[in-house]
């Protein structure tokens, strides 16, 4: 059990730091979608690398969970924390705009990220 948190901990302090290169020139080309995701799996059967990778895509997804875009639970503890701290509930249309807001940036991301995946299949 120690050695699985210290190499989750570890999995996710080094996401975390590479999390700031996507937002470079060339982290940005390297974003993948769901063929990205199929191709860190190896080719042939390996209990132990599909459980790593498992966990990898596992912790990467409760991270990713938690960040403040108003469609996921991150925009939503962000939205409560907003509440406690000023006492009063942001208005439903405005609640209803940022979920409209946080729901484009995801979408938009899948498409890039997934065009991606299909633009290196067909040209590289």
């Given at each position: 059990?120690?050695?699985?948190?210290?190499?989750?901990?570890n999995?996710?302090?080094?996401?975390?730091?590479?999390?700031?290169?996507i937002?470079?020139?060339?982290?940005?080309?390297?974003?993948?979608?769901?063929?990205?995701?199929?191709?860190?799996?190896?080719?042939?059967?390996?209990?132990?690398a599909f459980?790593?990778?498992?966990?990898?895509?596992?912790?990467?997804?409760?991270?990713?969970?938690?960040?403040?875009i108003?469609?996921?639970?991150?925009?939503?503890?962000?939205?409560?924390?907003?509440?406690?701290?000023?006492?009063?509930?942001?208005?439903?249309?405005?609640l209803?705009?940022?979920?409209?807001?946080?729901?484009?940036i995801?979408?938009?991301?899948?498409?890039?990220?997934?065009?991606?995946?299909?633009?290196?299949?067909?040209?590289?």
């Amino acid at each position: 059990m120690p050695a699985g948190i210290s190499e989750g901990y570890n999995t996710l302090a080094n996401y975390v730091k590479g999390l700031s290169k996507i937002f470079t020139k060339e982290g940005v080309k390297q974003l993948g979608g769901f063929g990205a995701i199929g191709s860190l799996f190896p080719a042939s059967w390996n209990w132990g690398a599909f459980w790593n990778l498992t966990a990898l895509l596992s912790v990467i997804l409760a991270f990713m969970n938690i960040l403040p875009i108003p469609a996921l639970d991150g925009g939503h503890v962000a939205f409560l924390l907003y509440e406690i701290v000023t006492g009063r509930k942001p208005s439903d249309k405005f609640l209803e705009y940022a979920q409209i807001t946080g729901m484009i940036i995801l979408l938009t991301l899948l498409v890039y990220a997934n065009g991606n995946d299909i633009f290196r299949y067909f040209f590289k």
